[in-house]
């Protein structure tokens, strides 16, 4: 097989399969089609039951699209009722900054980290080199005023 006609598409299901270069692709294998007989059924699974799920799956997908649908146009009916209050984009950046940064500082982590901080500044600060090392800074500073 030359290298030339191999698929190197590493998401293609044909990797390192020789590639038609003729752009005829009805006999390329669908994986995953729904309604595609050549695809054995699980384990327990009758093909009636699985014909089942195809169209139950068909459904749920169909409703998902239409929710994606009604979604898209309550936020472009949002974005309009924001405008005609006089709502600008960057309040909204300025609200979801401030409510962003509300919810890192009571986070467990911040909380966490600034307690820590707070032990260490205490022992740094009552510790004899730092009360040495200030006195002496003190005492440079009075005598030069």
């Known amino acids: 097989m030359d ?3 191999q698929d190197i598409n590493l998401n293609s299901p044909n990797k390192g399969l020789g ?12 994986e ?3 309604g595609n ?8 699974l009758t093909e009636e039951e ?12 169909e409703e998902v699209s239409t929710l994606r649908q009604v979604l898209s146009a309550k936020e472009r009916h949002c974005a ?4 005609k209050l006089g709502h600008s984009p960057l309040d909204d950046l300025k609200q ?4 962003s940064w509300q919810n890192v500082q009571t986070s467990n982590t911040y909380v966490r980290t600034s ?3 707070g032990e260490w500044n205490e022992r740094v600060t009552s510790s004899d080199l730092y009360q040495s090392a200030s006195a002496t800074l003190d005492d440079i500073t009075n005598s030069e005023v």
Do not use: H, Q
């Not at 590639?19 to 669908?30: E, I, Q």
């Not at 699985?50 to 997908?61: F, G, Q, S, T």
């Not at 309009?80 to 405008?83: A, D, G």
């Open 32 to 34: 995953g089609a729904v």
């Open 37 to 44: 007989s050549a695809d054995p059924l699980p384990p327990g």
């Open 50 to 61: 699985a014909e089942e799920l195809r169209n139950e799956l068909i459904k749920v997908e």
């Open 96 to 99: 979801n900054f401030t409510k």
């Open 115 to 117: 307690e820590k901080l």
């Open 3 to 5: 290298p030339a006609g």
């Open 80 to 83: 309009e009722l924001k405008r």
């Open 19 to 30: 590639v038609d270069r003729s752009g005829n692709l009805s006999d390329v294998p669908v």
